[in-house]
């Protein structure tokens, strides 16, 4: 247990690990960032989603907008067409079942259409300050592997192993903290390991692989 802590520690002192990196303004703004973000940068997402909140933020207004046109706003992200019809459906289903706000609850997030584990952790985080869990997405699957936090491949899985392994006082940071580290050095291809402050925590020093 002190190994982890040390190396939350230690990484803690890189990043950052309060705040995730989706721009935002309500919990429903944040729940579309989210789903967008599935296989693409935060980045480009805050790039689209500047342009696209003007057009519509509310379940309301995603409900109504033009199926076309919406593909249309968000066309430069990865999936944009399953991504478009998912945020449609989610937008009629808070309407419907929940008085057109977002639950915040996992149990009730993980029933809307297109909504995960990962989406759900990260809309309850920071949105609602209700840490549930540790969002496994492509940088903290990975990393939980470079780590020996996991060696499972089922992202829920993973998750179950982290937050096994991983005090729960630590779960807000180590949200942020590995997709942080895998972002800025413990890339996918070509890991920065000279410039890894965490190195000697890691299983794969030298390969990366
Ligand atoms: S040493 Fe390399 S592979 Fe290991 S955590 Fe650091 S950057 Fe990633």
Redesign the pocket.
């Known amino acids: 247990m002190k190994k982890i802590e040390n190396l939350i520690i230690e990484l803690s002192k890189c990043y950052d690990g309060e705040k995730g990196s989706l721009d935002f303004t309500t919990p429903f703004e944040l729940l579309v960032a989210v789903m967008l973000s599935a296989q693409c940068t935060d980045a480009r997402v805050n790039i689209v989603t500047k342009d696209l909140f003007k057009v519509a933020n509310t379940p309301e207004a995603f409900a109504k907008i033009d199926t076309k046109k919406l593909e249309k706003l968000v066309s430069s992200i990865s999936f944009y067409k399953n991504k478009s019809k998912h945020i449609k459906e989610c937008a009629q289903q808070i309407i419907e079942k929940y008085n057109g706000e977002v639950p915040n609850s996992m149990e009730e997030l993980i029933t809307l259409s297109g909504v995960g584990r990962k989406t759900a952790n990260v809309v309850l985080l920071e949105a609602f300050d209700n840490c549930q869990g540790i969002a496994v997405d492509t940088h903290a699957l990975?990393?939980s592997h470079?780590?020996g936090l996991s060696k499972e491949e089922d992202p829920s899985k993973v998750e179950q192993d982290l937050l096994k392994k991983i005090p729960k006082k630590y779960w807000r940071l180590m949200n942020h903290l590995l997709v942080y580290?895998?972002r800025a050095?413990?890339?996918a291809k070509n890991?920065?390991?000279d410039?890894?402050?965490?190195?000697k925590?890691?299983?794969?020093?030298?390969?990366?692989q």
């Open positions: 990975r990393l470079r780590f580290h895998g050095i413990c890339t890991p920065k390991c410039e890894c402050t965490v190195r925590y890691c299983k794969e020093k030298e390969t990366g």
